[in-house]
């Protein structure tokens, strides 16, 4: 069962790294296959949940400024995304997909939730990260918004500090001269802990907009969103909501039992006979 689980969690560290390997190394058959499981070795995103994330830990903005990543917590919950910004493709995938996530979500960055991305390449700085948002925040477009995705750099010890709490597992491949590493998104509580893992370069708005919530200790969204977090449960081996048979059943039988409740109520006072003395139709009094 966690074979299972790591491998589908790892899907989509195959599609970018193979790739990678297949595109930039020229080795015979058998050492491709011992580079992959080499690859394998070295990369995850390993579920941690409830795990707290460092808020001291210290990064550089896309404004050049020393920031702790404590500044963007306390308030809505976060969504993490681990990249690097001049990545050739996966990278590119994954900031693309939580862009179209966002755009799909009823729910706006900077009034439910923030959004942090860093930068697991030490040597990116500012100019970077400055260049990454302008392009990000241009196509997401919603007034007000541009204070409320991050884009950060700082220095390896600091970068595996919170990839490391995360279980984010990447590294560093000379020959190919790129960060070899895995695909997907999380979503933490307003006070830093792990909430929710989103995997891949896909990421579905509604999924996440429950991940949120959930977050949020329900602090944020409708009605409906609280009932659907009854009705659905999150799967851990697939990193998505799915239907809670049991829940639903009980919602179905509660509003069948009231929906009978109705109905006889009405039947009766259907039936209910005249008062004596009251006006008939046609009838002069």
């Known amino acids: 069962m966690a074979s299972a689980v790591r491998r589908r969690r790892s899907a989509a560290i195959l599609v970018g790294s193979l790739l990678l390997s297949v595109a930039c190394l020229v080795v015979p058959a058998r050492g491709q296959s011992a580079q992959e ?139 190919t001269a790129q960060y070899v590493h895995a695909s997907g998104i999380t979503v933490l509580t307003p006070t830093g802990r792990v909430s929710r893992y989103f995997y891949g370069v896909q990421y579905d708005a509604g999924d996440v907009r429950l991940g949120l919530v959930e977050a949020s200790a329900n602090k944020i969204g409708s009605p409906v969103d609280k009932l659907l977090l009854f009705c659905y449960h999150y799967d851990p081996s697939s990193g998505k909501y799915n239907v809670a048979v049991m829940s639903f059943v009980r919602v179905f039988g509660v509003f069948t039992v009231l929906a009978m409740i109705g109905g006889f109520f009405m039947l009766m006072r259907r039936d209910r006979p005249d008062p004596v003395g009251a006006s008939k139709p046609g009838m002069s009094v």
């Open 37 to 175: 499981q080499a690859v394998l070795n070295q990369i995850d995103f390993e579920q941690r949940l409830n795990e707290q994330v460092p808020l001291d830990a210290v990064f550089t903005d896309e404004d050049g400024k020393q920031v702790q990543l404590t500044q963007y917590f306390g308030k809505r919950p976060v969504i993490l995304v681990m990249v690097f910004y001049e990545c050739p493709m996966l990278c590119t995938e994954i900031l693309n997909g939580t862009l179209r996530m966002m755009q799909e979500m009823a729910f706006t960055a900077g009034q439910e939730y923030e959004v942090v991305t860093i930068s697991i390449d030490p040597r990116e700085g500012p100019v970077e990260a400055m260049g990454k948002k302008s392009q990000y925040m241009r196509r997401y477009n919603r007034e007000g918004t541009w204070g409320s995705w991050h884009f950060l750099t700082g220095k390896d010890d600091e970068i595996h500090r919170v990839a490391d709490a995360i279980g984010y597992k990447y590294f560093y491949d000379e020959e």
